[in-house]
């Protein structure tokens, strides 16, 4: 926490009206950017989907800082600083008038959020510019040659963990679980999901000079930057991405121990979520990995049929 926050001596407390107005907000742009994880909230109880909408709309927040072209690589560093102290002062009990950190500071005190681990969201993201130079610092430059970012699948882990396993670990927090023994689960399910992601999107984040492929993977199946962007080597590349597949469902194994671990009126939502993502991880699998096509995802009739899926679990 920064140094120059201090708690307040009266702390502020929203009312009602503008948490019903914050939460709204915050569902808004969940619905609108979380195309996966939106259908899963759908099945929880109200309080619970609106709490994971904050923690969504806030991880929202830092992307949209670090990923915007427009502002120099320096500046974005900065900004995200400064939203990460608005949060601390928010939740020392500071007036704020933004409604995504209402919501979530609301949500924080309700469910015990511990701050350490928003901390660790804002953080993760930010690794997202450790690589990229103040060269770079012109607004609109796009960097002509994509960057491998992590040398080995462990140090590639250790990205995963921030910007994917501690959501598991805030979600797990909301959904409500008494087995310590979730929280390695939930940290497990989160780099599933990630690589799935990295796998996916390897043509978007090339463009945009990121590679988080390990370079010792790369190395094993002889694949390089060329093969990557902008001339897409697809047989060759297509061992590399089967292999980091297959580390996914390795860990997508969690989820399956990690279901009975959290409250009964959550394990439906876990479930859906869990299901659109290895369902999206196969549909890539079938599809040959050709990830430089049309990105791949799964359709709204295949997202409806896993929820309707959720439901009945829920009632059942």
């Known amino acids: 926490m920064s140094a120059g926050v201090q708690p307040a001596t009266t702390r502020f407390a929203p009312t009602p009206s503008q ?13 609108a950017a979380a195309r996966n994880f939106y259908y899963a909230f759908l099945v929880l109880p109200r309080s619970k989907r609106e709490a994971l909408c904050a923690v969504y709309a806030f991880m ?19 900004r995200l600083a400064d939203w990460l102290d608005r949060l601390h002062h928010a939740i020392e009990g500071m007036p704020s008038d933004d409604p995504v950190l209402l919501a979530l500071c609301h949500a924080q005190r309700h469910y015990r959020i511990p701050i350490d681990l928003l901390d660790q969201l804002a953080a993760g993201t930010a690794m997202d510019l450790e690589f990229e130079g103040e060269e770079e610092d012109e607004p609109g430059f796009a960097r002509c040659a994509p960057v491998v970012r992590y040398r080995t699948f462990d140090d590639l882990s250790q990205y995963c963990y921030r910007v994917a396993s501690v959501v598991g670990l805030v979600c797990i927090k909301i959904f ?6 979730a929280e390695v689960l939930a940290e497990r399910c989160g780099l599933a999901f990630q690589l799935t ?8 984040d090339a ?19 060329d093969d990557i962007s902008p001339r897409a080597n697809l047989k060759r590349l297509q061992p590399l991405l089967a292999r980091e ?6 860990f997508y194994r ?7 671990l959290v409250n009964e009126d959550s394990q439906a939502a876990l479930w859906v979520l869990i299901t659109i993502y290895r369902r999206l991880l196969e549909k890539i699998a079938a599809q040959g990995y050709n990830v430089f096509g049309e990105k791949i995802n799964l359709t709204v009739r295949e997202k409806f049929s896993v929820l309707a899926q959720g439901f009945v679990k829920r009632l059942t």
């Open 19 to 31: 948490l019903v107005i914050a939460y709204s907000v915050c569902r808004s742009i969940t619905r």
């Open 60 to 78: 929202r927040r830092c992307d949209d800082i670090a990923d915007d072209p427009t502002v120099p690589v320096c500046d974005r560093r900065t």
């Open 176 to 181: 409500g679980y008494r087995d310590p023994g």
């Open 197 to 204: 992601n990295i796998i996916r999107d390897v043509k978007e």
């Open 207 to 225: 463009a945009m000079g990121r590679v988080y492929l390990p370079l010792a993977d790369m190395n094993q199946f002889g694949v390089t930057i």
């Open 245 to 250: 597949a297959e580390r996914a469902r390795e």
């Open 254 to 260: 969690s989820g399956a121990e990690l279901l009975p």
